[in-house]
């Protein structure tokens, strides 16, 4: 009688679970409650089994089986899981602290939400985060990152526990993306915010009656609001484009492991 599963097919299935959990795991949109639990669960096993299916995935017949091993290679690949998801979270973070950065000139750093992800984050950072999670399933970037996903089982055959060491310098040095693009969607309203500061502080000196702290605060809102509006286009075009190197950097990654 033949079985319904061989444990040859069950042990690719879990490795190759394992390596989807630890995309789902980093990634920070199935990370937070906006997803059920139970839909993550279904989503994992049905990803798993289309992905085993669709490449025709098999483990080698001589491979090691044993606990050790078994151990040390899902742990390996829910390692290359998590490093695919945690690409994306570096863009998610610029996007964050873009928003950390205009606060702070529009002096609404106090006006906090609790988010599952980041914890306590702005109002403001809150509004970026939902507009990258926008853009990034609006533009279809979402189809780079899963045709990612199934290249690295082309080019990371499963089993692999050795990693050059340009991983995890690659890691390294795109985790500094995140201020470098932050600064960049930044700049010009945090520009125009303080040009406001430069001259609430011209007034205050050279007309002391004015009480700026009263007239300071409201005016520095209203105006990066203003800008805020008027820029939403250029914020949207930006991150298109940061989408689109997030794609490449998605296969370099990969091709770099």
Avoid: C
């Avoid at 006006?111 to 109002?123: C, I």
């Avoid at 040095?173 to 930044?186: M, T, Y």
């Avoid at 125009?192 to 300071?216: E, M, S, T, W």
């Amino acid at each position: 009688m033949t079985p319904l599963v061989t444990a040859q097919e069950a042990l690719t299935l879990a490795l190759v679970m394992s390596r989807v959990v630890g995309v789902f795991f980093s990634f920070p949109f199935f990370n937070t409650p906006f997803v059920p639990r139970n839909v993550k669960i279904l989503l994992t096993l049905a990803l798993s089994f289309f992905i085993m299916k669709s490449l025709h995935i098999l483990l080698p017949a001589d491979m090691q089986v044993d606990l050790m091993h078994l151990l040390l290679y899902i742990g390996s690949e829910f390692l290359i899981g998590f490093a695919l998801g945690l690409l994306v979270n570096f863009f998610v973070a610029a996007f964050s602290y873009a928003a950390e950065i205009i606060s702070y000139f529009m002096g609404l750093t106090v006006v906090n939400t609790f988010d599952p992800t980041y914890g306590q984050v702005s109002v403001l950072s809150k509004f970026f985060i939902m507009l990258f999670y926008m853009l990034f399933f609006v533009s279809g970037a979402y189809g780079y990152f899963i045709s990612t996903l199934f290249m690295s089982f082309e080019y990371i055959p499963l089993g692999t526990t050795h990693f050059d060491r340009g991983f995890w310098r690659y890691i390294i040095e795109h985790s500094f993306d995140i201020f470098v693009i932050a600064f960049k969607l930044a700049f010009p309203f945090a520009l125009i915010l303080y040009l406001i500061n430069l001259a609430l502080a011209l007034v205050n000196r050279l007309i002391p009656q004015i009480n700026v702290f009263i007239v300071g605060l409201p005016l520095q809102i209203f105006v990066g609001l203003a800008a805020l509006a008027f820029g939403t286009s250029v914020i949207i075009y930006v991150g298109v484009n940061y989408l689109q190197d997030l794609a490449q950097s998605f296969v370099t990654f990969i091709k770099g492991i």
